[in-house]
């Protein structure tokens, strides 16, 4: 495949034709790791996490002719992704000439194709283009319509070890919340895979660090791709050292993904006995305890006994809160300008707070 800032029709439709690959399940699940084990694979391209797709549909995924104010557009926008601008560090110019190329043959599918497919570094022969973005469960109907041809694969990680992970790393308050929402996007999955069982494959976060070259053998005979010794080697470290000279990437790695910078390993497997509060661990294992355990065998058994009427009131709400929250995320991605600017003011609110969680993660 040519190398050049522009593409032939020829070359153009050989990556049109490029299946792509979404990698989904609950936040703090696994989801990174399984994208930087995928990206080893020398027929997949893996790119880190960008909401792009999803994000900037409402504006450009119905052109059908695109011109070139429709591209210079887009890639206005797509630059004021963070992801985009400072992780991926694509060249803009060379972008822009890339999608001014074959724009006359182009549709909103083909052109976000065009923007992983250039982050595929020297491999030759991309089988795979593979997204991960856990929110991305929530919107797998609209990503089906865009690329019918996708595959997913869903990571679970046992619901205590999870929850305790992002009130370790994000100081969450709220677990039973979060519960939920591990019961409702594991329970998506799951309905999609029942009705799509070619399209899905699961794995379990204890299996991939477990075993992993198992684990990545069969994900392998799931997309038909041929398995290698490096989708084992966690190689997150040796991408970090790119961005050596910005501190926020630095302290942010060491804050979320900590475990990412060793080799694939097991320290996280409960590492909810070390510390979850027996309040929150109640909530916990009486929200997601029966689900887990039918579905995915983990071993939890809600007591009973300290089961009150005030957890199952608030259990209650917090079913309603989250209906509330998965239907306005839905509604406003539905909207560029409205996600956008609700994004703008989370960042401003939240500002202190992440600010004041990098600087806990400083050495001191």
């Not at 992780?87 to 992983?116: E, F, G, H, M």
């Not at 869903?154 to 591990?182: C, G, M």
């Not at 379990?204 to 005979?221: A, F, G, H, R, W």
């Amino acid at each position: 495949m040519a190398t050049e800032s522009k593409y032939s029709k020829e070359e153009f439709d050989l990556i049109k034709k490029i299946p792509m690959l979404f990698v989904m399940g609950k936040e703090r699940s696994g989801t990174t790791l399984l994208q930087t084990l995928l990206d080893s694979n020398p027929n997949i391209v893996a790119p880190p996490e960008s909401e792009f797709i999803i994000l900037l549909y409402p504006r450009f995924g119905k052109i059908k002719n695109w011109t070139e104010k429709d591209v210079l557009n887009f890639i206005e926008e797509l630059f004021k992704d963070p992801f985009i601008a400072n992780i991926w560090r694509l060249n803009r110019d060379q972008i822009t000439s890339k999608l001014l190329s074959i724009k006359d043959y182009a549709d909103y599918p083909s052109i976000c194709k065009v923007i992983y497919y250039t982050m595929r570094g020297e491999k030759d022969n991309i089988l795979w283009i593979s997204d991960k973005n856990p929110m991305y469960v929530i919107f797998i109907d609209r990503l089906l319509l865009l690329f019918p041809e996708a595959k997913f694969i869903q990571i679970v990680r046992e619901p205590r070890d999870n929850i305790y992970s992002h009130l370790q790393s994000f100081k969450a308050t709220n677990p039973a919340f979060l519960a939920q929402k591990w019961v409702a996007y594991n329970n998506i999955l799951r309905k999609n895979k029942l009705e799509s069982p070619e399209k899905f494959h699961t794995i379990l976060y204890e299996d991939l660090v477990q075993n992993p070259e198992l684990t990545m053998k069969t994900i392998s005979e799931f997309l038909k791709v041929l398995y290698t010794d490096k989708m084992v080697h966690n190689t997150f470290p040796e991408r970090l050292k790119a961005f050596s000279d910005q501190q926020f990437v630095m302290d942010r790695a060491q804050m979320l993904h900590s475990n990412l910078l060793q080799p694939v390993n097991t320290t996280n497997i409960g590492k909810w006995k070390k510390g979850m509060r027996s309040a929150d661990l109640r909530t916990v294992e009486k929200i997601t305890g029966s689900f887990a355990a039918e579905n995915y065998n983990y071993d939890i058994t809600p007591n009973a006994s300290k089961s009150s009427l005030f957890l199952n009131i608030k259990i209650f709400f917090i079913k309603i809160l989250y209906s509330i929250w998965q239907a306005f995320t839905r509604m406003k991605y539905k909207s560029y300008w409205f996600n956008n600017l609700y994004t703008k003011a989370n960042l401003m609110i939240g500002r202190e707070t992440r600010v004041g969680h990098l600087n806990q993660a400083k050495p001191k």
